[in-house]
């Protein structure tokens, strides 16, 4: 038996979780793995990391995980869980002879919230070595997973990792990277019980700066510029529009729905097809939060956080400026602005931000 899944159904491109959650504490003051010279492309401006295959070529065939051991043995809660929210009443699953469905596998040995707590130094070397060139997102590809046998209530499961290959340098709309492919052998008192080939695509997000050594020992440990947002494919034409100025909404060509944030499809009536419109820049606040804690560096608490109800009938997150914390209402009428914030740590540029400015305020003045 065998299964697989392929790209989209997992697929989370996340550089900021994905340099929080495999690095590891104190990477950032670890000695750089490269120098400028390797990273940086002639002539200025920081936006294409070179090949470093021959480097990562090295890590082919080593642990990932190893001897690692499952949260829990097979038990009837978790399978009884997985049927319910995936809607499978095959009678396989329950009763006093029940195996688990294979395509659980992974859910028996997956980590919690708090991250892999299974990874060798190897593949954290392996993570960190791309990160420091610049190849810092990461997004699922495909999975393929082999069931040699069911897996029934009380089997104790450990498990292997290898870091099977590394594919040479792709070029792909989201970047330029690397295909890392991982086996996980999964077994029971010895015995194969299954396998999980898993492969993510860990590229440089196209038009992202990488950080140069320099500036990579000057921001650490901390980092103390504003989070830069992650432009995909599906917001990329949003974060263009922010650049020149302009708050661009998505309004559907079929039922004319306007939506935001951005989304592929319209979530009234599922059509992939919009255009582009720029908002008026008047709203009110719909909703807001002032942020105490946790103060984070690139902050200054306190500060407002608005529910901005817009004009053109959608909603989006972002900061009240004019008015001091407290004195933010729900209902106050606001006006878009943009302001300019400092890129990322180490970061060449800045970024452009939309921003709401509260109307009274600026009347008053
Ligand atoms: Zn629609």
Redesign the pocket.
């Known amino acids: 038996m065998a299964a697989r899944w392929h790209r989209g159904v997992t697929a989370q491109p996340s550089s900021y979780a994905e340099s929080s959650g495999d690095l590891g504490p104190g990477f950032l003051t670890a000695p750089a793995y490269l120098t400028d010279s390797q990273i940086i492309r002639e002539g200025g401006q920081v936006r294409d990391p070179v090949d470093i295959h021959p480097l990562l070529k090295g890590y082919e065939g080593r642990p990932a995980a190893a001897a690692a051991r499952a949260g829990d043995p097979v038990n009837a809660p978790m399978i009884r869980h997985w049927c319910e929210v995936m809607g499978d009443t095959n009678p396989a699953y329950t009763g006093p002879d029940a195996i688990a469905p294979p395509t659980m596998l992974q859910a028996w040995i997956m980590p919690g919230p708090g991250g892999p707590v299974h990874r060798s130094p190897a593949y954290r070397e392996l993570v960190g070595l791309l990160s420091t060139a610049g190849y810092t997102a990461v997004v699922a590809t495909d999975c393929e997973q082999e069931y040699p046998r069911p897996l029934r209530p009380g089997d104790a499961i450990t498990y292997d990792t290898v870091i099977e290959t590394v594919s040479p340098r792709k070029t792909t709309r989201l970047g330029a990277g690397y295909f890392i492919t991982t086996r996980t052998d999964l077994r029971v008192d010895g015995e194969c019980v299954g396998s999980h080939r898993f492969r993510v695509f860990r590229y440089a997000p196209a038009g992202v700066a990488v950080p140069s050594a320099a500036s990579r020992r000057d921001a650490a440990p901390a980092e103390s510029a504003r989070p830069l947002p992650v432009v995909n494919r599906d917001n990329a034409a949003f974060w263009e529009g922010v650049a020149a100025r302009k708050l661009l909404l998505q309004r ?1 060509d ?4 306007p939506r935001f944030p951005w989304l592929p499809g ?1 979530g ?4 992939p097809e919009w255009t582009a419109v720029e908002a008026g820049g008047a709203g009110t606040v719909f909703s807001y939060v002032v942020v105490h804690h946790p103060a984070l560096p690139a902050f200054d608490p306190p500060y407002a956080v608005g529910l901005i109800q817009l004009a053109e009938g959608v909603r989006m997150i972002s900061n009240i400026v004019g008015v001091p914390h407290d004195r933010v209402r729900i209902g106050m009428p606001v006006d878009l602005e943009f302001v300019q914030v400092g890129g990322g740590a180490g970061v060449d540029g800045e970024q452009l931000l939309p921003v709401f400015r509260a109307r009274a305020e600026r009347s008053a003045r």
């Not at 079929?254 to 729905?257: D, H, I, N, R």
């Not at 009234?268 to 059509?271: D, K, P, R, V």
Request: with cysteine.
């Open positions: 559907c079929v039922c004319a729905a319209c009234e009536c599922g059509s």
